[in-house]
């Protein structure tokens, strides 16, 4: 009789194990984060910006109003958003944006723009589009926006001012950075490539060749330099903001247009941010800043910006190293459940507490994934789908934070959370490989740019 209820007791503790192992499996799959979640909230933000700031260029959460950049609307969101529309397979959502960016935008205004964010947002979005949907006109509203910005390149050096007048191409502000002079060819090179007129490539190329040739004799750029005398007025080294995407487009501009001489600056640019820029201490890998000329360390800050790296690693083929660093950025995001714009890493405080819905950490989780298959990546971008979810979301979109520790929000959702930080994640966790690396290049906004010529 005790023989029999020991072996009773046993059964039901298995069977009760059993189940709960079951139920426990089932919950952990029913509680993963799927690329249709991420869709879902893709449009409950794109429903906010319809709602309360439809046909303008940003919808700012808090106060539901819409926000221009330059006074009049240059369509900002919807251009930015249509790419991923498409590759989430919105069709009514798509067909509606078509609809207001065909009757609506136009560069015939009396306005100074930054030519660096109007060309990677609106530029690399309306030549996305264009490969994406076929419709020429989203090819003649590029070409018609590519001619209004050229007057940036006529500065004695031919590195380009950073603003230009929509209509009468008046050039302003010849102090100027590395990423806003170098990240022109993957958009200016594609509209050449797509209009045979070859004067775009030209221009851009012309400018990312005469930014290397003033680097340091240790292979080193500046953080700002003058357009007009060639002169560095900043000489900290870095891969972070005003920096950061110069070196993503010598890397990039290789792969898209098999421009040996953008590999060749590609690989020399490498090497030195290896060397000098590149710090191993504190138990992680990071990169700080350095003096240009002299290789000497003067900061140790690490941020979100400088989150891209190990996504371009990947394309530069150093995997080992890519991992390394994306592990410093994940501990960085961990550190308050949401990355800060910044911290010092020898100390692993945070210096500045704002978080603008940046999306690097997710794309080189997404870059990390499609070159190892390793799963790790796609926890990351879960739990950072999480994380955005549970601290940034509002009523009708996503916020910013003003600060990561309180996790008080601020009054903006810029249109770069659509272009990047919802395809990123959308794209990490999309199972069936809606695109893939192997056929696009993404430019610095994350619009895919084909190689069709």
Known sequence: MMRLLQYLTLLFTAI???FNTSTAQSQ????????????????????????????????????????????????MTPVDAFDTMVLMGLKDECEETKKLIFDSLSFNKN?????????IRLLGGLLSAYQLDGDKRFLILAEDLGKRLLPVFNSPTGMPYRYVHLQTGNVQKPNNNPAEIGTLLIEFGT??????DSIYYHKAKNALVQLYNRRSPIG?????????TGEWTNTSSHIGGGIDSYYEYLVKAWILFGDEECKTMADESMKAISQYIADSTCGGHWYGQVDMNTGKRIGTTFGSLEAFMPALLCLANDIPHAKRIQQSCYAM?????????????????????????????????????????????????????????KYCRNNVGYASLKNV???????????????????YLYLLLEP?????????????EAHPIRKTW
């Open 220 to 228: 080193l750029v500046g953080s700002s330099i003058n357009v007009e």
């Open 405 to 423: 520790i309180t996790k008080e929000k601020s009054d903006g959702m810029e249109s770069f959370f659509f272009a990047e930080t919802m395809k």
């Open 191 to 196: 509209l050449s490539k797509l209009t045979g």
């Open 333 to 389: 995001w961990n550190l308050h459940n949401i990355e800060p714009e910044e911290i010092n890493y020898t100390s692993m405080k945070v210096t500045s507490r704002d978080y603008v819905l940046r999306p690097e950490i997710i794309e080189s989780a997404y870059y990390l994934y499609h070159y190892t298959d390793d799963v790790q990546y796609r926890k990351m971008g879960e739990k950072i789908y999480r994380d955005l979810k």
């Open 111 to 119: 306005i100074d723009v930054q030519c660096f964010e109007v060309t």
């Open 28 to 75: 952990s799959k029913s509680s993963a984060i799927t690329s249709d979640m991420v869709k879902k909230e893709f449009l409950h933000a794109w429903n906010g910006y319809k709602q309360y700031a439809w046909g303008h260029d940003a919808l700012k959460p808090l106060t539901k109003q819409p926000h221009d950049w330059y006074g009049t609307s240059l369509l």
């Open 432 to 444: 069936t490989g809606t695109i893939s690396l192997d056929s696009v290049v993404f430019n610095t």
């Open 16 to 18: 009760f194990v059993c």
